[in-house]
């Protein structure tokens, strides 16, 4: 079983940036998504921001030209370096990687606990 735990969450001022982490316990054999969601309080969740294996990357319209998705593979982590940041983006950020551990495993979507992110006005 593979866990995926984040970090880098925590209160921050308007237009000030943090930069998550998702770091993976064990390398994943085959990745067919990568990706950032929040959940805000008395919300669904919504996704974020995504990036292909080509290190194609993609982005919800409400974060797009504020927040950048990488991945190092080598370090079995993924970022989210999220800048001019604002009230609206309060939630909890999960990431999620949905992928094969072996080359004989089904699919599996894994979650991480999820990193609190507080931005004040």
């Known amino acids: 079983q593979v866990q995926l735990v984040e970090s880098g969450g925590g209160l921050v001022q308007a237009g000030g940036s943090l930069r998550l982490s998702c770091a993976a316990s064990?390398?994943?054999?085959?990745?067919?998504?990568l990706g950032w969601y929040r959940q805000a309080p008395g919300k669904q969740r919504e996704w974020v921001a995504a990036?292909?294996?080509?290190?194609?990357?993609n982005y919800a319209n409400s974060v797009k030209g504020r927040f950048t998705i990488s991945r190092d593979d080598a370090k079995n982590t993924m970022y989210l370096q999220m800048n001019s940041l604002k009230p609206e983006d309060t939630a909890l950020y999960y990431c999620?990687?949905?992928?094969?551990?072996?080359?004989?495993?089904?699919?599996?979507?894994?979650w991480g606990q999820g990193t609190q992110v507080t931005v004040s006005s």
């Open positions: 999620n990687a949905q992928a094969r551990i072996t080359a004989d495993s089904s699919i599996y979507s894994y």
């Open positions: 990036i292909t294996n080509g290190g194609s990357t």
């Open positions: 064990a390398r994943l054999f085959s990745i067919n998504f």
